[in-house]
């Protein structure tokens, strides 16, 4: 299937990297299969009978659009349909604009005008797109849109964001009076009252540092352009896309929320992505209109942006223009800072474009100093550009570069040195945790020996010597410091789930992905740290929305902290849930069972239970008997299953069953799959009981005992396929009939070898 999600790595991964975790040093396991060109990106898997789409994009950064002329574009040879913005209204489709609401001041709120899939009355911005031809070469769709003839009458348009809050400039938006699309008045509790207070300490301080900034627009270049194929299913009513994103789970649930349909009635798979950092993050009007186009004709549509098209469709960044001041004493110490901000949206709210002008960058904006007072008031405006959305950064390195410009400007107009002004500014590491003026709590850093160690690494103190050997040989040499705070992306619903494969591998299904940051690597190390799994058997699998319970994708440098924190937690419930099934059948209570992570080096290993004064060996993972036996943990085909009530023997096939987890934190979900339960107790003598062995040769299964010092292993052999059951403690707790159902939480999961 051209479908199927990528699992990587693969299991051949040798090591000589070092790590911070307990294991061996690992080889990183990502780039393997992509060296050797195995990858598969948006282009490489064509679908049988798949059309190629093109896009008619706007000349126009502001028109009426009068009329959209397709006869002649459907007389060309092999164009096959063309949509229009009439097929979007019939198919239901809504506001592409999602966003998360802000508040303005006066109690106003985030305008949000309609953003549509192709335009139909008026377009707004160069490149917005007005229609889709669908062929059957990629050639013969470009001919197409060349020949859709849009009749356009040229409106004013507005492209630079203090031009647009002007009286009198062009009007983007009815909804959006004077191009104001949400007046923001910070953090503050008070905001009035915040800003009264920093208006006296700039009125009264010995110092104050005064700058204007502007931030560029800029827009991505990924080595990899948008793009995706779409289909339809009649039978089941129901879209298949296959995209480049940043979360299969999240793009499914905005698309379908744009769509208006159920999200069930959407699938969305990604595989390799080629670069992304932000730009993919969600919806787009190509992918609305490629679904559509998929329904009517009934056929797969495959579009790949070309670089022109990406530069005035892809989501552009930055584009702000800044004014910014910062209160002194007389030695230097920081009173308040006070930011007026303008940041351009472009013609439409992007995902969370008004969060990269508003809370991202004010959070941002104390970095590592001691400031009490922070007034920031941002307006958002519309212009008739590309939208804005997340694309490096989003708002973060805006932030730093204000506080970190000001700084190095009030030390050479105060006359203080550019580094002992930020060390006396600098938050102690006494002072941790510490509650910023932007509301922020930071739980850690010791700023002071950071900035101390970068001095050293950079060899400050030795920097004129070099500049002046530069200058010798005609050149010149500059250096500068920046310290750099920087807020991750709130956290979210995120996966960790667990699965046991009949191989004896392990795979980790996660709702973030990897477009190169490399997950497969630390991921596998965190559950192997916390369950023994050896790290070369554990995969990954991502990219599709049907093997996933949650997950809001890789963005905003929180992907080890939200998958991460997912895998340990749903570990936990493993060893939990494992020694809940084990004090059924070892007559003890859940607090005298302990989860051990045995030594696979060695054949043997001694097991000291804390609880008992009886040592006890037992075959360890690497034995080559419990690795057959667990590689065949349930064979569902010739045992089924066996249920003999609490307390008793229990196995049974388990697949894809979900269970989910909550903490304190965040939601958190794993699956429960073919299951075992390891615990050492000073009990284990009553495991093997003569119910167990009559019922399981009534059964036909011959049952051995193994008993090494009161601990007891029960080795269940299959005679038909070789193979057979570990019974370590085994499988203990409450099954429902249905043999592929469970009792949510009422199994744990083994490392299997």
């Known amino acids: 299937s051209a479908y199927l999600p990528r699992i990587c790595p693969s299991w051949k991964a040798p090591a000589d990297m070092d790590t911070t975790t307990s294991h061996p040093a690992t080889k990183r396991v990502e780039d393997d299969y992509l060296l050797r060109g195995a990858g598969r990106y948006m282009a490489d898997a064509p679908l049988p009978g798949q059309t190629y789409a093109a896009f008619v994009r706007s000349p126009h950064a502001h028109a009426d659009v009068k009329s959209v002329d397709t006869q002649a574009a459907l007389a060309i040879k092999g164009v096959v349909a063309v949509i229009t913005a009439a097929d979007i209204a019939a198919a239901g489709v809504k506001n592409l604009s999602q966003h998360p609401p802000v508040a303005g001041r006066n109690g106003g709120k985030l305008a949000m005008p309609v953003r549509p899939a192709l335009a139909g009355e008026r377009v707004r911005h160069i490149g917005e797109a007005v229609a889709m031809v669908l062929a059957e070469t990629a050639a013969a769709a470009q001919d197409g849109a060349e020949a859709v003839e849009v009749e356009y009458e040229p409106l004013d348009a507005v492209v630079d964001i203090r031009e647009a809050l002007k009286p009198g400039a062009p009007q983007i938006w009815a909804e959006a009076p004077g191009n104001l699309a949400v007046d923001w008045m910070g953090l503050a509790a008070n905001p009035e009252e915040m800003a009264k207070k920093v208006d006296d300490a700039i009125k009264s301080a010995a110092h104050v540092a005064r700058v204007s900034l502007v931030h560029q627009r800029i827009n991505v270049a990924s080595m990899e352009p948008r793009g995706g194929t779409a289909s339809y299913d009649k039978a089941n009513d129901g879209y298949l896309l296959r995209v480049c994103s940043q979360g299969a789970r999240a793009m499914r649930d905005a698309m379908a929320g744009v769509m208006g349909i159920p999200p069930a009635k959407i699938r969305v798979t990604t595989e390799e992505v080629g670069g992304a950092f932000g730009l993919k993050t969600g919806p787009y009007p190509e992918y609305v209109a490629m679904l559509v186009g998929a ?37 230097g110490k920081f009173l308040a800072f006070r930011l007026r901000h303008d940041g351009s949206l472009g013609a439409y709210v992007g995902a969370v474009g008004a969060n990269i002008h508003t809370a991202n960058m004010t959070r941002c904006l104390p970095g590592m100093y001691d400031i009490k007072l922070l007034d920031v008031q941002s307006k958002c405006v519309f212009t008739n550009t590309t939208q804005l959305a997340p694309y490096r950064g989003a708002g973060r390195p805006e932030g730093n570069y204000y506080m970190e410009r000001l700084i190095d400007y009030a030390a050479a107009e105060c006359g203080f040195d550019r580094i002992d002004l930020r060390r006396k500014n600098q938050i102690r590491k006494s002072q941790i945790p510490w509650k910023s003026a932007a509301g922020t709590t930071y739980d850690s850093g010791d700023f002071p020996a950071i900035l101390k160690k970068a001095l050293e690494a950079s060899d400050w103190k030795g920097f004129n010597k070099r500049r002046r050997e530069s200058k010798k040989r005609g050149k010149l040499r500059g250096i500068g410091v920046g310290c750099f705070l920087e807020v991750t992306a709130p956290a979210n619903k995120e996966m960790g789930g667990i699965a046991f494969d009949a191989d004896g591998g392990v795979t980790i299904r996660t709702g973030t992905l990897d477009y190169g940051q490399g997950h497969a690597t630390p991921f596998a190390q965190v559950l192997s740290d916390q369950l023994g799994v050896p790290f070369d058997k554990v995969r990954i699998l991502q990219g599709d929305s049907d093997e996933l319970l949650a997950g809001g994708g890789t963005g905003g440098s929180r992907s080890m902290m939200n998958s991460g924190q997912a895998i340990v937690e749903a570990a936990a419930k493993v060893v939990e849930q494992g020694k809940h099934i084990a004090s059924h059948a070892l007559e003890a209570s859940s607090g005298d069972i302990e989860f051990i992570i045995l030594n696979t080096t060695d054949p043997w290993t001694e097991v000291d239970g804390e609880r008992s004064s009886i040592k006890t060996k037992h075959p360890t993972l690497s034995d080559p008997a419990v690795r057959q036996a667990i590689n065949l943990l349930i064979d569902r085909d010739s045992i089924q299953k066996f249920i003999y009530g609490r ?62 010092d009161s601990a007891a292993m029960v080795m269940v052999s299959n005679p038909r396929k070789l193979n057979g059951i570990v019974l370590t403690e085994n499988m203990f707790g409450d099954i429902l009939s249905d043999e592929s159902s469970v009792i949510p939480g009422s199994l744990g999961l083994l490392p299997s070898a």
């Open 295 to 331: 329904k009517k004709t009934g056929r797969p549509v495959h579009w790949m942006s070309g670089r022109n098209e990406s530069f005035v469709s892809d989501n552009h960044a930055r584009d702000a223009y800044s004014e910014v001041e910062l209160a002194l004493d007389a030695s």
């Open 647 to 708: 307390g008793g023997v229990a196995t049974a096939s388990f697949v894809n069953q979900p269970a989910q987890f909550k903490s304190s934190k965040l939601t958190y979900a794993f699956d429960i799959d073919k299951a075992n339960v390891l615990a050492t107790s000073r009990l284990w003598r009553h495991v093997v009981t003569e119910t167990i062995e009559k019922e399981f040769r009534d059964k036909g299964v011959e049952v051995d005992h193994h008993l090494v």
